[in-house]
């Protein structure tokens, strides 16, 4: 690429989580501080359509929060409401985690699902005549996470507010026998939030790069 006279322009890192049986001490001990210092809680909810109520909210505080990152676009209403209908549907409630206050407005949060990966191997990216089988198989039943979507609203950043989440998304890992997670792609600079990985067993396993070529 680079005799091609393109320019690395940012790197995005992903890490492949070990599902340990035992949380690290340190974060069971933030998150309970944390909820009780800025009277916070986790949502919990038994149906995806029960999430849709604060799917709103929750779109609204990720364009909060990713507004500063490289190359997000913030996301219109318009887009809210087709990712709202297209996906939520299929989400699975217990992998899902979402902080809120005493407003009930989404503060933090974390949306994770069975890896569709092997799956999509295995129907060669071909829903029909019967690749969906694949993907419904994958989605009830399956030893991989993947960490779709994880933040926190900016004036809640660097107060612990990602130990309630990852707290709360750990025991439903336990609890369905979940193996591995890998993370959402995090800018290589992206410190703050890189940062959470160095209390899990793992390995980062992913680089993604973006290049740019300036021409004349």
Same mark, same amino acid.
Request: aromatic fraction near 14%; proline fraction near 3%; include cysteine.
């Given at each position: *690429?680079?005799?091609?006279?393109?320019?690395?322009?940012?790197?995005?890192?992903?890490?492949?989580?070990?599902?340990?049986?035992?949380?690290?001490?340190?974060?069971?001990? *933030?998150?309970?501080?944390?909820?009780?210092?800025?009277?916070?809680?986790?949502?919990?909810?038994?149906?995806?359509?029960?999430?849709?109520?604060?799917?709103?909210? *929750?779109? +609204? *505080?990720?364009?909060?929060?990713?507004?500063?990152?490289?190359?997000?676009?913030?996301?219109?209403?318009?887009?809210?409401?087709?990712?709202?209908?297209?996906?939520?549907?299929? +989400?699975?409630?217990?992998?899902?985690?979402?902080?809120?206050?005493?407003?009930?407005?989404?503060?933090?949060?974390?949306?994770?699902?069975?890896?569709?990966?092997?799956? !999509?191997?295995?129907?060669?990216?071909?829903?029909?005549?019967?690749?969906?089988?694949?993907? !419904?198989?994958a989605i009830k039943r399956n030893r991989f996470i993947d960490m779709a979507l994880v933040g926190v609203r900016p004036d809640y950043q660097e107060k612990g507010v990602l130990a309630m989440v990852y707290c709360d998304l750990h025991?439903?890992?336990?609890?369905?026998?979940?193996?591995?997670?890998?993370?959402?792609?995090?800018?290589?600079?992206?410190?703050?939030? !890189?940062?959470?990985?160095?209390?899990?067993?793992?390995?980062?396993?992913?680089?993604?790069?973006?290049?740019?070529?300036?021409?004349?």
């Open positions: *690429m680079q005799k091609m006279g393109f320019l690395k322009a940012a790197d995005w890192v992903q890490f492949e989580i070990i599902i340990t049986p035992i949380i690290p001490e340190k974060f069971i001990r *933030m998150a309970a501080l944390v909820e009780q210092k800025y009277n916070l809680h986790v949502l919990k909810v038994k149906k995806a359509k029960e999430l849709i109520l604060y799917a709103g909210k *929750m779109f +609204i *505080m990720l364009n909060e929060a990713f507004d500063n990152l490289y190359g997000y676009s913030q996301l219109n209403e318009k887009q809210m409401e087709t990712y709202i209908r297209q996906y939520f549907d299929f +989400i699975r409630p217990e992998f899902v985690s979402l902080v809120l206050d005493t407003n009930d407005d989404v503060i933090g949060f974390g949306i994770t699902l069975p890896s569709l990966t092997t799956a !999509l191997q295995s129907c060669k990216g071909k829903l029909f005549p019967f690749g969906f089988i694949h993907l !419904l198989k025991k439903s890992y336990t609890d369905y026998n979940i193996l591995k997670a890998t993370t959402n792609p995090q800018l290589e600079n992206n410190v703050k939030a !890189l940062s959470i990985w160095k209390n899990f067993e793992g390995r980062q396993h992913i680089r993604r790069r973006c290049w740019i070529k300036k021409f004349n």
